[in-house]
């Protein structure tokens, strides 16, 4: 299976077990050994793959997540400055609402 196939670091993870069991038997011929060799460093960079991906996955959500919260702050930035303009009458009942 080539090394793009492999959709998780698990399924990566569980073949490059696979190839150490069986590169681990003394009764494997060279040739063979030399395959699963090439296999594995595929696999390796596949497993390379997925980590940046799920990296950059990360990083897009915690842009979002950075930029919801810079919204948010600026919406209530917003809300707290009509109550100062409105005045102190204003404010205390905006308070007291909050509190209830």
């Known amino acids: 299976m080539a090394g793009e196939s492999y959709a998780s670091f698990d399924q990566v993870k569980a073949r490059l077990d696979e190839i150490v069991d069986a590169v681990g038997s003394s009764e494997m011929p060279l040739d063979e050994a030399l395959s699963l060799y090439e296999e594995a460093v595929g696999l390796g960079l596949r497993a ?3 980590l940046e991906e799920n ?3 990360r990083d897009a959500e915690d842009g979002a997540e950075d930029e919801a919260d810079a919204t948010g702050r600026e919406a209530g930035a917003g ?3 009509e109550t ?3 005045g102190p009458d204003a404010e205390a009942s905006a308070t007291a609402a909050a509190q209830a």
């Open 48 to 50: 390379s793959e997925l």
């Open 55 to 57: 990296i950059e996955a």
């Open 79 to 81: 809300a707290a400055g």
């Open 84 to 86: 100062e303009a409105a």
